[in-house]
């Protein structure tokens, strides 16, 4: 007997348990388990969303992994391709789905790795952007990082965890004590991860995550969002929204060094190479009730940091990128479905912008391939394009996990990869 009439058995005995309550005219409801055709893997958490009746129901699973008590699925440590199947019902309603599973993501492959606010960090293929399969994160991640020794981070924007995930060997752990997650980064010296909290304790804050695990927080001003890591002097920059502030954090002490207006509603952030300039994005739309455009302002880092250039109004910018070769910085624009191209000396407008899928958020530009991926919340996809001619790459734009809000890129090395003997 095969799984999937074993599956359809056991469903019609939890439906039969409740038939004797039920009216005898009463239509069975079809119902729908919230998976994607993308294989999962190893270590990924999904919980059982339904769609089609109403709880309480039961709920089995027929294959590899489980079900815990809190109604989330959960993968396990398999390493084989198979598939499970989900079964769930009650006295009125009927749901049931096939997933994938396969093999964890290989190191030795240029990846990049999207954080989907509806299906969790979804792999994609750097030569040819198909997808490898999904690690689903019982969360909703905002933003994700990868640093060279293969650690991939990601937060829970709506909740109180973070998912840290090593690439060789493959190992995914759940981290607590990491409130409203916005923006993160990891120092690759120390392996530590950031987090801007938007919410923590009636403030926003940063939370630390160190390699042994070990959770620490400061408060950094009202709302924190973006953030940027200078690891040469081991600091890092908070950007508080709701005060138009930024911080400036000692990443071993967790102690605010000092904190400096920047602008109205200051988003997200770009340091560059040495350290010596912050570009801060100001998140306000020309369109709002308020009718306060947007825009860029460039920070020398002294003592005091000073203003050494500011961009034109802009209508919604959100994202930003730099290319210090090019003396470029590329901003994304919400509303407008464009990347604005300014000069990285002046903040002037240094070429038209270009046209873009719906809703661009946080670009990510890759040294390696000179190349820009911009992920679209609106339109479920990530676009790419060539920093050197500034063109749309070819298969680009690409579909991925439903509202996707950021992306890194991983591209193998020495220290990753396993020795050969």
């Not at 990601?154 to 840290?164: E, M, N, Q």
């Not at 407008?336 to 530009?365: F, G, I, M, Y």
Request: proline share 6%.
């Amino acid at each position: 007997m095969t799984w999937a009439r074993f599956g359809l058995l056991v469903a019609a005995s939890l439906l039969l348990a409740g038939a004797a309550a039920r009216p005898p005219r009463t239509q069975l409801a079809t119902g729908r388990i919230a998976v994607t055709g993308w294989p999962y893997f190893p270590g990924s958490l999904i919980p059982l969303r339904i769609s089609g009746f109403a709880p309480p129901y039961h709920a089995v699973v027929l294959g590899a992994g489980r079900l815990s008590p809190e109604g989330v699925y959960e993968a396990g440590d398999t390493a084989a391709r198979r598939t499970t199947l989900l079964i769930a019902g009650n006295a009125t309603g009927l749901a049931a789905s096939t997933l994938r599973l396969a093999p964890p993501p290989a190191a030795d492959h240029a990846m990049m790795i999207v954080a989907s606010y509806d299906n969790g960090l979804v792999f994609h293929d750097l030569r040819n952007f198909s997808v490898l399969g999904l690690l689903a994160m019982n969360g909703a991640p905002a933003a994700v990082a990868v640093d060279p020794a293969g650690i991939i981070a990601a937060p829970d924007t709506d909740g109180t965890s973070l998912t840290r995930a090593m690439l060789a060997p493959w190992n995914v752990a759940t981290i607590g004590g990491v409130l409203t997650g916005d923006d993160v980064g990891i120092d690759s010296a120390t392996g530590a991860i950031f987090v801007t909290n938007r919410e923590a304790d009636g403030s926003g804050a940063m939370t630390r995550i160190d390699k042994d695990g070990g959770v620490a927080r400061v408060l950094t001003g009202s709302t924190a969002e973006g953030l940027a890591i200078d690891q040469r002097r081991g600091i890092v920059y908070v950007a508080n929204t709701n005060d138009g502030t930024i911080a400036a954090v000692d990443a071993r002490t967790m102690r605010v060094l000092r904190r400096f207006h920047a602008v109205d509603r200051v988003f997200s952030l770009a340091l560059n190479s040495d350290g010596s300039i912050l570009y801060a994005v100001s998140n306000q739309s020309a369109g709002s009730f308020l009718g306060a455009p947007g825009s860029v302002v460039a920070f020398a880092l002294r003592t005091p940091p000073r203003v050494i250039a500011r961009s034109a109004s802009l209508n919604f910018p959100l994202g930003i990128a730099l290319d210090e070769a090019a003396h470029r910085v590329f901003v994304t624009d919400e509303g407008l479905a464009e990347v604005h191209v300014l000069d990285a000396r002046t903040l002037r407008r240094s070429r038209a912008p270009l046209r873009t899928c719906t809703t661009p958020w946080k670009p990510a530009r890759d040294e390696q391939t000179q190349r820009l991926y911009v992920p679209c919340a609106g339109s479920d996809a990530v676009d790419v394009f060539d920093t050197k001619t500034l063109r749309r790459v070819r298969g680009a734009p690409f579909r991925t996990g439903g509202y996707p809000l950021s992306v890194a890129l991983w591209h193998p090395s020495e220290r990753t990869l396993p020795r050969k003997r």
